[in-house]
């Protein structure tokens, strides 16, 4: 029962908001509200790591022929770290978000960064893949209906139409991962022993959802966002696939050394892409899908070597950090060296958070996709460092008790990543390895020198504007994503449901006009015809 008090908590919190916003709109009590439950949901979760691991069997679904997959729950040593990381980005948000009041903030998207924390909580700890399924499905509709009713302009979203034919690919991947699982071992099985065999089929499942496979990220056409609900929209849903990477065998493509090379291969491009348009973009807001897409790369490319603990790692790392990222809006020059925490957490010092991230990322040997990954690594430290930079806003324009409440919401995803480094797993406060730690300590003070002492926008322009050869890579990149499956995939679904829409309006004015009943019963005469002779 523990393992649903989180969720409750939050589903239940965010129907009371909605109904004070709708009878008395008293701000102060939908916010004491939210944040009382949120926070309740914090410790709850923070106290079940002493039971870990805990499971739920929800509904005991018969009879077990025809539904050999119960709907489960599991909070365990990989699941536990990123549900703490669920919560903490909620409170987050929450409190960022009523700093914004002025604004964009009110307490129906308070509502809403409830309800879509607690539905990423429950997918997160589904306990056997067809329970992950139903859950990925009802974000999936969430999600789009969300980005649909927030378009303003009311136009033909195909940025919404195109994220979400990909996670519809992404549904049938895993059916078809669920298949081949069943097959290969003849019986239904759990998140934590899925088959070898379907391990890549639930890697390809979670890239489709991730955004790297294929490469997109020179796809204007997807939904932008803007601060508050839209980054929790993005960020919690993320998490679930995270931590399916991270359960995968650790022998996934050992017996297809091709394959896992050209695997490698794009998922580091598809890292270093993320990194140069990342830091190439001004607007933190906008450079979203860039820091998901990077992160995830990194966890992907350790799962591929078969490091689950090291593809965690980076899947926290792409959630605390990337949520104190992008919720430090407005920026308040007092407040700007929380920024440095985040670069804490990504930047994989010895017996920091990321530690044990480069063991993954090196995997048995150091090669030329390690050295990509390293690079990609160090250019988006560069422009995490930017933003500190340029953090020269004032807070005069908050009112005082928001001055208290947004630094609060910044701290909690500071200590959550503290806690998860020290006491995530067993062995989560680590050395890592030292020697590329070295390197990093090197190019992070190289770092620090160059952004004390120029500024970094001027140096990332001069680089990508001047230097050939970095503007040669941008360019093949480039043409490497409109060549890549996205740009033939996305034609096909605007194509296709353009074409339905034509046909369901021609269909509808031949039934409306004066030989609708002519058409009626010669469909139905078919019907009969079609029925009889069967």
């Given at each position: 029962?523990?393992?649903?008090?989180p969720?409750?908590?939050?589903?239940l919190?965010?129907v009371?908001?909605?109904?004070?916003?709708k009878?008395?709109?008293n701000?102060a009590?939908?916010f004491?509200?939210a944040?009382?439950?949120a926070?309740?949901?914090?410790?709850?979760t923070?106290?079940?790591?002493?039971?870990?691991p805990?499971?739920?069997?929800?509904i005991?679904?018969?009879?077990?022929?025809l539904?050999p997959y119960a709907?489960?729950?599991?909070l365990?040593y990989?699941?536990w770290?990123?549900a703490?990381?669920?919560?903490?980005?909620?409170i987050a948000g929450?409190?960022?978000?009523?700093?914004r009041?002025?604004t964009e903030?009110?307490?129906?998207?308070w509502?809403?960064?409830?309800s879509?924390s607690a539905?990423?909580?429950?997918?997160?700890?589904s306990?056997n893949?067809f329970?992950l399924m139903?859950?990925w499905?009802l974000?999936?509709?969430?999600?789009?209906?969300?980005?649909?009713?927030?378009?303003k302009?009311?136009?033909?979203?195909v940025?919404?139409?195109i994220?979400l034919s990909?996670h519809?690919?992404?549904?049938?991947m895993l059916?078809?991962?669920?298949?081949?699982?069943?097959?290969?071992?003849g019986?239904p099985?759990?998140?934590?022993n899925i088959?070898a065999?379907?391990s890549?089929y639930?890697?390809?499942s979670?890239?489709?959802r991730?955004?790297?496979?294929?490469?997109s990220?020179?796809?204007?056409?997807?939904p932008q966002?803007s601060?508050g609900?839209?980054?929790?929209?993005?960020?919690?849903p993320?998490?679930?696939?995270?931590?399916l990477?991270?359960?995968l065998s650790n022998?996934i493509?050992?017996a297809?050394?091709i394959?896992?090379?050209l695997?490698q291969?794009?998922?580091?491009?598809?890292?270093?892409f993320?990194?140069i348009?990342?830091?190439?973009?001004?607007?933190e807001?906008k450079?979203?899908?860039?820091?998901i897409t990077?992160?995830?790369?990194?966890?992907?490319?350790?799962?591929?070597?078969?490091n689950?603990?090291?593809?965690r790692v980076w899947g926290?790392?792409?959630?605390?950090s990337?949520g104190?990222?992008?919720?430090?809006q407005p920026?308040?020059?007092?407040?700007?060296?929380?920024?440095?925490f985040?670069?804490?957490g990504i930047?994989?010092?010895?017996y920091?958070p990321a530690?044990?991230g480069?063991e993954?990322?090196?995997?048995d040997?150091f090669n030329?996709?390690?050295?990509?990954?390293?690079?990609?690594?160090?250019?988006?430290?560069?422009?995490?460092?930017?933003?500190f930079?340029?953090?020269?806003?004032?807070?005069?324009?908050?009112?005082?008790?928001?001055?208290i409440?947004?630094?609060l919401?910044?701290i909690?995803?500071?200590?959550?990543?503290?806690?998860i480094?020290?006491?995530?797993w067993?062995?989560?406060?680590?050395?890592?390895v030292?020697?590329?730690s070295a390197?990093?300590?090197?190019l992070?003070?190289?770092?620090?020198f160059?952004?004390?002492?120029y500024k970094?926008?001027?140096?990332?322009?001069?680089?990508?504007g001047?230097n050939?050869?970095?503007?040669t890579?941008?360019?093949?990149?480039?043409?490497?994503?409109?060549?890549?499956?996205?740009?033939?995939i996305?034609?096909?679904?605007?194509?296709?449901s353009k074409?339905?829409?034509?046909?369901l309006?021609?269909?509808?004015n031949i039934l409306e006009?004066?030989?609708?009943?002519?058409?009626?019963?010669l469909?139905?005469l078919?019907l009969?015809t079609l029925?009889?002779?069967t």
């Open positions: 029962m523990l393992l649903v008090i969720a409750l908590l939050m589903l919190a965010a009371l908001i909605v109904a004070i916003d009878i008395s709109k701000f009590i939908a004491l509200v944040s009382i439950s926070f309740a949901a914090w410790l709850v923070l106290f079940s790591r002493i039971y870990l805990s499971t739920l069997l929800l005991p679904w018969k009879p077990e022929t539904y709907p489960s729950l599991l365990d990989q699941s770290p990123f703490l990381a669920i919560i903490s980005i909620c929450i409190f960022t978000d009523s700093a009041s002025s903030s009110n307490p129906r998207s509502a809403g960064i409830l879509i539905l990423g909580m429950i997918a997160l700890l306990g893949p329970t139903m859950t499905t974000l999936d509709i969430v999600e789009f209906i969300h980005f649909i009713t927030s378009n302009n009311r136009d033909f979203d940025g919404s139409i994220v990909f519809i690919s992404s549904l049938i059916g078809w991962a669920i298949m081949v699982g069943w097959h290969e071992i019986k099985f759990d998140i934590t088959p065999n379907a890549v639930f890697l390809l979670a890239g489709l991730l955004g790297i496979l294929p490469l990220l020179f796809d204007q056409s997807k966002f601060r609900i839209d980054t929790i929209v993005r960020l919690v993320v998490a679930s696939s995270l931590s990477i991270g359960r022998t493509l050992l297809h050394p394959l896992m090379a695997f291969a794009i998922i580091a491009l598809t890292a270093l993320a990194a348009t990342w830091i190439k973009e001004k607007d807001v450079s979203q899908l860039r820091w990077a992160f995830s790369a990194f966890s992907l490319f350790s799962a591929v070597n078969g689950q603990i090291s593809s926290i790392a792409l959630l605390l990337g104190l990222f992008f919720l430090y920026k308040i020059w007092r407040l700007r060296f929380l920024l440095l985040g670069v804490l930047i994989a010092l010895p920091t530690a044990a480069w993954g990322i090196i995997g040997h030329l996709w390690s050295l990509i990954i390293m690079i990609a690594h160090v250019i988006l430290v560069l422009g995490y460092m930017r933003n930079q340029n953090s020269l806003a004032t807070s005069d324009n908050l009112e005082t008790w928001a001055k409440i947004f630094p919401g910044l909690i995803l500071i200590q959550s990543s503290l806690v480094g020290v006491i995530g067993p062995g989560s406060f680590s050395l890592g030292w020697w590329f390197i990093n300590v090197f992070t003070a190289s770092i620090f160059v952004f004390w002492r970094i926008d001027d140096i990332v322009k001069k680089l990508t001047s050939r050869s970095i503007h890579l941008i360019n093949i990149l480039k043409v490497m994503s409109n060549v890549s499956l996205i740009k033939w996305r034609g096909l679904f605007v194509t296709v074409l339905l829409s034509s046909l309006i021609n269909i509808n006009g004066e030989g609708g009943v002519m058409w009626a019963l469909i139905l078919l009969i029925i009889v002779s």
